[in-house]
């Protein structure tokens, strides 16, 4: 090569740097800006920016100094923590391949996934280490680290070749690591929970996570002064990219609980006078129901989202007038755009009550139909976007990239209908979508009517299999304390509603409905839960 073309590539490469916006370059520049200001709680460990940097910083030197390269697959199975806050910044300064994992999934499952994604690196905490242990089979690991533990932690002996992350990054350096990493490096592979045999590994590069964190920050309103409760599992893409990643981007302080629960909850919110809670609408629920929900000091609460499911209407109008303080956001999305897509802003609460509002910042959204045309407004189809967002495709797997992208405009497999004013209607999953006697029937249209009944705590629609009707609308409900509900009651209350072909032709009352950790109700068990219901 010349010493003109070497030239060039030298400078090519000092301008990339320059101009980079990648995930670790987004937390060095919160610290420069406030490093004394408060960052991180976890439990009772408290970190300013300039220390939560410093601490990456340690981790990722480790990391480096024992072998780990950039582009490797490294997995991440732990209940909330501070290290997982760290271990997720720190791999993206290395250029590593971050890969949560859900702490509920089956060895078998955590088996899928190691292998699939060729993973090389393990990190967990020791409740979940046996378990990525056992799912390892025959796959080449090099690196095994343990995090969440003290300094005087001692080993247990199936863990003997993992070592402790809080001591090998001990007296490592605190400059800041620089990596060849670019925009378009690939940051996460997140993998979705979906309904097929296997989950897809969702490829998320840099650049995508860092225009959707500009989306969630002007189209939330977040702000550096935000006080935001992290309680949702950071392994999922809601609370780990929509929220903890846009409140260090802005530099507002942020406190990780290790649970979702209302109580815990309810106590931070009044301990750290906290502004901004995110929660899916059966947390929502959750916390309304709670003894604790009247007797707690919650005024400092100014910004209340939620998503993952649809908010019930009866819910959100008895949340706005128990929460007079606060403004409500409707977050829509899905993992593959980083994952969100579209918001419903506050003065549209009630006046668009039910629909997920319209596309974000850097997002565009259309509504097609089966051969992606755009449909007229006020029709049901599918609702696609453009955005810079989007995943770079799903790992391994070109074929079902190419279906998810056709027309150069991501598939959402979400129904829904655009108003004249440009707002979406969420209608369904197209999988959720009942199918009764040859006509179609959006199981939330349901949900809505008997969510209307006193008495109604949580329901949810499916449609499961029937030798007339094809698929028998069925509803489960969980009943609130003292309710004298019946399935009677329901039927009639939905005859008074909806037309005849949309009523349940079957009802069930349970004590809870099954949720997966973000607090998505998982309808696929309850249609095998319920499956043989018409043959009884």
Known sequence: MSTQANENVELSKLLERARRNAL???LARTRDRTPEKFAIRYEDKRLTYAELDNLVNQTAHAFLEKGMKKGEMVT?????SLDFVVVNF???????VMIPINYMLTGEDVRYIIEHAEVTGFIASEEYAPVLEGAKGNAPIAHKYLIDLPDTYESREELASWEQLSLIRVGKSTDFVEAEISDETLAHVLYTSGTESRPKGVMLSHKSLISEYVSCVIDGKMEERDVAIHALPLYHSAQLHVFLGPSIYVGSSGII??????EVILKTIEEEAATLLF????VWIGLLRHPDFDKRDLSSLEKCYYGAAIMPREILKELAERLPNAKFWNFYGQTEVAPLATALQPDDQLRKIGSAGKATLNVQTRIVDDQDNEVPRGEIGEIVHRTPHTMKGYLHDPKKTAEAFRGGWFHSGD???????GYITIIDRKKDMINTGGVNVSSREVEETIYQLDGVSEVAVVGIPDAYWIEAVTAIIVPKDGSSLTKEVVIEF??????TFKVPKYVDFADTLPKNPSGKVLKRSLRERYEGLSAE
Do not use: F, H, Q, Y
Request: glycine letters at 10%.
């Open 90 to 96: 720190a791999l993206a300064r290395i250029g590593a």
């Open 415 to 421: 129904l829904g209908v655009m108003d004249d004013e």
């Open 24 to 26: 670790g370059d987004l």
């Open 279 to 282: 929660a899916p609408p059966t």
């Open 494 to 499: 939905c005859k008074s509603k909806l037309s």
């Open 257 to 262: 609980l290790g649970t979702a629960s209302p």
């Open 76 to 80: 991440v199975m732990s209940k909330n």
